[in-house]
């Protein structure tokens, strides 16, 4: 599985951004899909996931009612829609996968096996 993110960028306070990972390659064997983010001298943060096939969505305290995941079924790809913006979201995102047969935690970093390059999201007060 190969996985892609893109979307990011600068952006002020209040305001939304939407980023896309696109997962190409064996899909079939993703499980489930996360947003991950970190900032420099930090460890990896989990921001959102969900299952890559049927319902069910996890989101970290931090941005719940703030941001939203979802999935494009057709396209294999992922989106993470992010409103109400705030300084402290300035990050490098990266979208990830979890393989299929594998222990349920969505929130663990260790927990996902691909990973995408980062987008930068840098939020402007």
């Known amino acids: 599985v190969q996985l892609q993110a893109f979307g990011g960028g600068l952006v002020q306070a209040g305001g939304s951004l939407r980023l896309s990972c696109a997962a190409s390659?064996?899909?079939?064997?993703?499980?489930?899909v996360g947003w991950f983010r970190q900032t420099p001298g930090e460890e990896r943060e989990f921001v959102a996931a969900?299952?890559?096939?049927?319902?069910?969505?996890l989101y970290g305290n931090s941005v719940k009612g703030r941001f939203t995941i979802s999935r494009d079924n057709v396209g294999n790809t992922a989106y993470l829609q992010m409103n109400s913006l705030k300084p402290e979201d300035t990050a490098v995102y990266y979208c990830?996968?979890?393989?299929?047969?594998?222990?349920?935690?969505?929130?663990?970093?260790?927990?996902?096996?691909?990973w995408g390059q980062g987008t930068l999201v840098t939020v402007s007060s």
């Open positions: 390659g064996r899909t079939s064997n993703i499980y489930a």
């Open positions: 990830a996968a979890k393989r299929i047969f594998t222990p349920s935690d969505l929130a663990p970093p260790a927990s996902y096996h691909w």
């Open positions: 969900m299952y890559w096939r049927g319902s069910g969505t």
